[in-house]
Each structure stands twice: as C-alpha cells, then as structure tokens.
C-alpha cells in the first residue's frame, strides 16, 4: 500500500515511481516501486542506518547522467561521437 502513495510523493521514490508507471503501467510501477521499499527497508533494517531522501531533483540529476552515459556508448558503438549542445541560445530579431 505504501508503493501506491508515491503517485503523489515529492520525492526520489515519487520520482521513481512516476517514471515507471510512464513506462509500465500503474500495476508494474506499484510492483517495481513495492520491490525497491522492500530492498530500501531490508537495507536499513540489516544496517541500522536512518534513510536519507536526496530529493526529486538529485534523482532526476543522476537518471539523466545515466541516460547521457548509454546515449554516449551507443553512439560510439555505431562510430558516432556525441557533443553536447550550449544551453545558451542566441534570439534572433
């Protein structure tokens, strides 16, 4: 029950969960999100730390990173090089 609540939850999990139920559909998400608290709560149990939530926007920095990372080894795969675009843009009059 408590995978259900992060529809709504501001945080990694919500972030998690959200992008899974994109991908899967709400009952796989409940599922996949189910399964990481389970592993989240074994860990803690089994270590005696406290949970720390690095927030939506840590979360949302590091899937990025990953994604860039598997676009950059595929296209050096097909004998492509990636290059990043500046994020400034120029306004034209």
């Excluded at 999990?13 to 389970?38: C, D, E, N, S, V």
């Amino acid at each position: 029950m408590a995978a259900q609540t992060l529809c709504r939850s501001h945080s990694a999990l919500g972030a998690f969960y959200r992008r899974m139920q994109a991908r899967m559909g709400a009952p796989k998400a409940i599922t996949a999100a189910a399964h990481k608290l389970a592993r989240i709560f074994y860990h803690l149990w089994t270590s005696g730390t406290a949970y720390t939530d690095a927030g939506i926007d840590a979360y949302e920095k590091q899937y990025r990173e990953r994604a860039v990372k598997n676009l950059q080894k595929k296209a050096q795969a097909l004998g492509f090089n990636l290059v990043a675009q500046s994020d400034t843009t120029e306004c034209v009059s």
